[in-house]
């Protein structure tokens, strides 16, 4: 990443000295609009200070020799901060003040770090990450600087401060502060986690604030459609075409299992003939990189081919013309609502429907759904077979009330 320095020098005019008259020249550091201020060791008295040149004025050997301080501390300052950016190491103006003044063993801050770590995964993104991760890493960062701002009224914090207070009251912060659940609070702490485990590695902190600290997560039953639902929602007819065109691409991901970031980014390209002869869709999952490859069932298909030449799909270069992932959500309230489905349906319920209704429901293995999905762990799609197995049961219950009635029935008979 390349970082922009800025140094100016500026008199001290509060600290002017009762018996010279003279005020310090101090030098400020800028980088990436940080800054840090270091004295020169140099007085001036303030009728003879340039202001726009941030020098001393006239030719006088005084001047001289004060100007010629002042290009030598820029050169060293310069020179510090090329070393740092050849080396590829953290650059800030607070850094740089440290070498500088010989301060070698300076202090590391969190923030600091943080952003460090999410520069890097930036320039990796569309290799070993994700445009997508880089977003939820800026994301954790900020609300990150917003509980240091918010406990100690500070810009960052040094590392040798974080113990295990400091995460159970951001723990705190993120759920009565901010509001946010359990399960996503604990997902910015897991990210928190990894920076903290960069210090350790690096031998910053001696001890891990998290030893103590135990990350869970909280039991979510995922939201889907069933078999009635999703015919109710195949069979629905739209007089707005906006409405008709958020249906299919959802009704699409529900035979396909895709998540929104996936079924955008396919092209035609994504859709070639399998071993056994039949079209399937070949793509590597935005979110984690595994392949997903899905064979095309006939709905899936059918909508493929009703916008095939859409004037969207065309001059986009892409299978279906999806929209923004905001408004499909907002559409697809409205469309619960012309279907009569008493759910609050989005998008990713989609691939909840795909792994439940249509796949898992009628016999299909959980190793090929957890495949079909790009699930790199089984464990993740064990998830949607307890949920199936959750269905069975409570239709089993209702059989043997039905069936208990019938034999009272009989019997009362």
Same mark, same amino acid.
């Given at each position: 990443?390349?970082?922009?320095?800025?140094?100016?020098?500026?008199?001290?005019?509060?600290?002017?000295?009762?018996?010279?008259?003279?005020?310090?020249?101090?030098?400020?550091?800028?980088?990436?609009?940080?800054?840090?201020?270091?004295?020169?060791?140099?007085?001036?008295?303030?009728?003879?200070?340039?202001?726009?040149?941030?020098?001393?004025?006239?030719?006088?050997?005084?001047?001289? =020799?004060?100007?010629?301080?002042?290009? $030598?501390? %820029?050169?060293? @300052?310069? /020179? *510090?901060?090329?070393?740092?950016?050849? +080396?590829?190491?953290?650059?800030?103006?607070?850094?740089?003040?440290?070498?500088?003044?010989?301060?070698?063993?300076?202090?590391?801050?969190?923030?600091?770090?943080?952003?460090?770590?999410?520069?890097?995964?930036?320039?990796?993104?569309?290799?070993?990450?994700?445009?997508?991760?880089?977003?939820?890493?800026?994301?954790?960062?900020?609300?990150?600087?917003?509980?240091?701002?918010?406990?100690?009224?500070?810009?960052?914090?040094?590392?040798?401060?974080?113990?295990?207070?400091?995460?159970?009251?951001?723990?705190?912060?993120?759920?009565?502060?901010?509001? =946010?659940?359990?399960?996503?609070?604990? $997902?910015? %702490?897991?990210? @928190?986690? /990894? *920076?903290?485990?960069?210090?350790?590695? +690096?031998?910053?902190?001696?001890?891990?604030?998290?030893?103590?600290?135990?990350?869970?997560?909280?039991?979510?039953?995922?939201?889907?459609?069933?078999?009635?639902?999703?015919?109710?929602?195949?069979?629905?007819?739209?007089?707005?075409?906006?409405?008709?065109?958020?249906?299919?691409?959802?009704?699409?991901?529900?035979?396909?299992?895709?998540?929104?970031?996936?079924?955008?980014?396919?092209?035609?390209?994504?859709?070639?003939?399998?071993?056994?002869?039949?079209?399937?869709?070949?793509?590597?999952?935005?979110?984690?990189?595994?392949?997903?490859?899905?064979?095309?069932?006939?709905?899936?298909?059918?909508? %493929?081919?009703?916008?095939?030449?859409?004037?969207?799909?065309?001059?986009?270069?892409?299978?279906?013309?999806?929209?923004?992932?905001?408004?499909?959500?907002?559409?697809?309230?409205?469309?619960?609502?012309?279907?009569?489905?008493?759910?609050?349906?989005?998008?990713?319920?989609?691939?909840?429907?795909?792994?439940?209704?249509?796949?898992?429901?009628?016999?299909?293995?959980?190793?090929?759904?957890?495949?079909?999905?790009?699930?790199?762990?089984?464990?993740?799609?064990?998830?949607?077979?307890?949920?199936?197995?959750?269905?069975?049961?409570?239709?089993?219950?209702?059989?043997?009330?039905?069936?208990?009635?019938?034999?009272?029935?009989?019997?009362?008979?």
């Amino acid at each position: 990443m390349n970082h922009t320095l800025s140094i100016l020098f500026w008199l001290l005019n509060n600290r002017i000295s009762k018996k010279t008259g003279e005020a310090p020249i101090m030098v400020r550091i800028t980088v990436d609009g940080k800054r840090a201020e270091i004295t020169t060791g140099r007085k001036v008295l303030p009728e003879k200070w340039n202001v726009n040149s941030g020098r001393v004025k006239g030719n006088t050997e005084e001047a001289r =020799i004060i100007n010629t301080h002042l290009n $030598k501390i %820029i050169v060293k @300052l310069e /020179k *510090i901060f090329d070393r740092l950016q050849d +080396n590829n190491q953290f650059i800030s103006a607070a850094i740089i003040k440290n070498i500088y003044l010989g301060k070698t063993n300076r202090q590391h801050f969190l923030l600091e770090l943080f952003r460090h770590h999410n520069n890097q995964v930036e320039a990796q993104i569309g290799k070993d990450y994700s445009r997508g991760t880089h977003e939820r890493y800026k994301c954790a960062y900020r609300q990150v600087a917003g509980f240091i701002n918010h406990k100690y009224r500070v810009e960052d914090i040094a590392m040798k401060d974080l113990n295990y207070s400091f995460v159970a009251d951001y723990e705190f912060y993120l759920k009565s502060v901010k509001g =946010i659940g359990h399960n996503t609070s604990m $997902k910015y %702490i897991r990210q @928190l986690k /990894k *920076i903290v485990l960069l210090a350790i590695k +690096n031998e910053w902190l001696e001890r891990d604030p998290f030893a103590q600290f135990e990350i869970t997560t909280k039991e979510v039953k995922k939201g889907y459609l069933t078999d009635d639902e999703l015919q109710s929602l195949y069979h629905a007819e739209f007089d707005i075409e906006r409405l008709e065109l958020v249906r299919d691409i959802f009704l699409f991901c529900c035979y396909t299992g895709l998540s929104y970031s996936d079924v955008r980014k396919l092209t035609p390209e994504n859709i070639s003939k399998g071993l056994d002869g039949e079209y399937w869709i070949f793509v590597d999952r935005t979110k984690t990189g595994a392949p997903s490859n899905v064979p095309v069932l006939p709905i899936a298909n059918e909508i %493929i081919r009703k916008y095939e030449n859409h004037p969207e799909a065309i001059h986009g270069e892409r299978l279906l013309p999806v929209i923004s992932n905001q408004k499909m959500n907002a559409y697809l309230k409205e469309i619960a609502i012309v279907c009569r489905i008493p759910k609050v349906i989005t998008f990713h319920m989609a691939r909840h429907t795909f792994a439940t209704t249509v796949t898992l429901s009628n016999g299909v293995s959980i190793e090929s759904v957890g495949n079909m999905l790009g699930h790199k762990n089984i464990k993740t799609t064990q998830i949607y077979a307890k949920v199936v197995q959750e269905k069975v049961s409570s239709d089993m219950l209702r059989l043997k009330e039905v069936l208990a009635d019938k034999s009272k029935l009989a019997s009362n008979q």
